[in-house]
T-cell receptor, first 114, second 114 residues
């Protein structure tokens, strides 16, 4: 299996622009997680899905952030409009069921908003 | 105050030394305790996890959990330069409604010098 796939790997955009991050989870996994990692705040859970349905979006910082999972093999995280404080590495992770330690992380998307 | 606290380091040790890492936490409901390793510009990868209090050993790695003190540790014996990475602790409450939502520490950067 190719693991969790994220694209793009790097994104540089100007403040006010829309940014869309993409994730393909491991085939057969029924949970998908979006995280954000910064030096100041560490790794934070933004939102997670179970069987394509959002379960907990309490970590989404504000209305500028939205996430969708239209099918079992694809999810997007969108920021509109983007701001410099959104600069971070965004990770997608997936897992099968509730087994502890079974979350597999993608390589991340490094976002820079200027 | 964060739910999970971890010294950011960096922790620099000579090759062959024992690396000692730890996290403290405030939520007594945490049941599962994980350690992830994250190389620079990569996603976190699971090293090992333990349930409740006790020790667990896997090769050169030993994880300890002391729930009474809300304190967990990871020891790396015979450290190698390839162990240089950031180590993140993570914790989970096993409730179906909560999925396997992880709460991460901020990570400790470790440098093993040849």
């Amino acid at each position: 299996d190719a693991g969790v796939i994220q694209s793009p790997r790097h994104e540089v955009t100007e403040m006010g622009q829309e940014v869309t991050l993409r994730c393909k989870p491991i085939s057969g996994h029924d949970y998908l997680f979006w995280y954000r990692q910064t030096m100041m705040r560490g790794l934070e859970l933004l939102i997670y899905f179970n069987n394509n349905v959002p379960i907990d979006d309490s970590g989404m910082p504000e209305d500028r952030f939205s996430a969708k999972m239209p099918n079992a093999s694809f999810s997007t995280l969108k920021i509109q409009p983007s701001e410099p404080r959104d600069s971070a590495v965004y990770f997608c992770a997936s897992s099968f069921g509730l087994e502890p330690g079974e979350q597999y992380f993608g390589p991340g998307t490094r976002l820079t908003v200027t | 105050q964060k739910e999970v606290e971890q010294d950011p380091g960096p922790l620099s040790v000579p090759e062959g030394a024992i690396v000692s890492l730890n996290c403290t936490y405030s939520n007594s409901a945490f049941q599962y305790f994980m350690w992830y390793r994250q190389y620079s510009r990569k996603g976190p990868e699971l090293l090992m996890y333990t349930y409740s209090s006790g020790n667990k050993e896997d090769g050169r790695f030993t994880a300890q959990v002391d729930k009474s003190s809300k304190y967990i540790s990871l020891f790396i014996r015979d450290s190698q330069p390839s162990d240089s990475a950031t180590y993140l602790c993570a914790m989970m409450i096993m409730i179906k409604a909560a999925g396997n939502k992880l709460t991460f520490g901020g990570g400790t950067r470790v440098l093993v010098k040849p």
